[in-house]
C-alpha cells in the first residue's frame, strides 16, 4: 500500500471503530488532513469540504507534529474529542466559534471523557479552550482497548519532526467519596453545570502509562526533537463578532462594537 493510503487508512480505520463503539455508528463520513497548527493535537472543521456535484463534507485534522512524543491512546483520544464536535454538528445546539458548552461536555462525560480546562482535575467541564481526561472504566478506554488489543491498531506514520507532547494523559479511577468530600464540593462549585453525576468518578489520581511513545518505539536517533517556540505575542478573539487582534501575552482588552473581552487563542 502507498504511504500516503497507508496514513491515512489507519485514521479512518479508527474513526469507524469509535463510530461504532461510542456513537452507535451514527456519524457521517468526514474527510481526514495532517495539519500542523500550533499548539493544538486535532480539530473539527464542519463542511470545509465540498465536492463537484456541490456535496459537502467535515474536515477532521490531526496536528503530526506531536504524535511522536504522544502514545497511541492520546492520539486517539484526540480523534474522539474531535468526534463529539462532529456529533454535536450533527445532532446538537454547538456553541459559538470554538465554544465548548454543556452540551458537549455531557456527551463526553457519556463516552467516556472528562472535559477540563486545565486538562487535570478540577478544572472547568466548558470553556472556550478545552482539554480532556480519561475515565477509568467509561467507554472509550474500553473502546480503545478493544480497538488495540484486539484488532492490533497501530499507526503506520509518524512525523519525524516532534515538538513535546501538549499534556500527559491522565486516566481518572474512583476513590472512597469520604476521602475526597473537600474536593468534589470544589469541583461541584466550579462546574454548576454537572448535576447528576456520580461524585467517585470526579476525584482521579494519576496511572503511569505502561504504553510506549512512537518516539520510544522507533529506532535510536530516528526522531528529530523540535523545541517549542516561545511566543512573543498572542492572539486575541471577540467570539461576539470574530474581530482578531494581536498583542504581548497577558492583555486585558475589550471590544468597545461588542462590549465583550477579548479572549486569547
Known amino acids: 500500500m502507498h504511504p500516503t493510503s497507508e496514513l491515512y487508512e489507519s485514521l479512518q480505520t479508527a474513526y469507524e471503530h469509535f463510530n461504532k463503539e461510542l456513537f452507535g455508528s451514527h456519524l457521517v463520513k468526514v474527510i481526514f488532513t495532517v495539519q500542523r497548527q500550533k499548539g493544538v493535537m486535532g480539530y473539527f472543521a464542519?463542511?470545509?469540504w465540498g465536492n463537484l456535484k456541490g456535496v459537502k463534507c467535515h474536515e477532521i485534522a490531526i496536528n503530526p507534529s506531536y504524535i511522536a512524543?504522544?502514545?497511541?491512546?492520546e492520539v486517539m483520544q484526540t480523534l474522539v474529542h474531535e468526534m463529539v464536535h462532529c456529533w454535536q454538528h450533527c445532532f446538537g445546539?454547538?456553541?459559538r466559534t470554538y465554544y465548548h458548552n454543556k452540551e458537549w461536555a455531557n456527551k463526553m462525560i457519556e463516552i467516556g471523557l472528562m472535559p477540563s480546562s486545565t486538562g487535570e482535575p478540577g478544572?472547568?467541564?466548558t470553556g472556550q479552550h478545552m482539554s480532556d481526561y480519561i475515565i477509568k472504566g467509561g467507554r472509550f478506554l474500553s473502546a480503545f482497548e478493544k480497538l488495540e488489543k484486539k484488532k492490533k491498531f497501530q499507526l503506520q506514520w509518524i512525523d519525524r519532526k516532534s515538538l513535546p507532547r501538549l499534556f500527559e494523559p491522565i486516566i481518572a479511577d474512583p476513590q472512597k467519596p469520604e476521602d475526597n468530600k473537600p474536593a468534589v464540593i470544589a469541583f461541584l462549585a466550579n462546574n454548576p453545570e454537572i448535576k447528576d453525576f456520580d461524585e467517585e468518578k470526579l476525584i482521579p489520581y494519576e496511572i503511569k502509562q505502561q504504553e510506549s511513545s512512537f518516539s520510544e518505539l522507533?529506532?535510536?536517533?530516528?526522531i528529530i526533537e523540535q523545541a517549542a517556540k516561545k511566543k512573543t505575542r498572542q492572539r486575541y478573539i471577540c467570539y461576539s463578532c470574530d474581530t482578531k487582534v494581536y498583542g504581548k501575552p497577558n492583555l486585558n482588552i475589550r471590544c468597545e462594537?461588542?462590549?465583550?473581552?477579548?479572549?486569547?487563542?
Do not use: H, T, V, Y
Open 46 to 48: 464542519p463542511e470545509r
Open 123 to 125: 478544572g472547568k467541564i
Open 218 to 222: 522507533m529506532p535510536e536517533d530516528f
Open 69 to 73: 512524543n504522544a502514545r497511541l491512546i
Open 93 to 95: 445546539n454547538p456553541g
Open 257 to 265: 462594537d461588542c462590549n465583550q473581552l477579548f479572549e486569547s487563542d
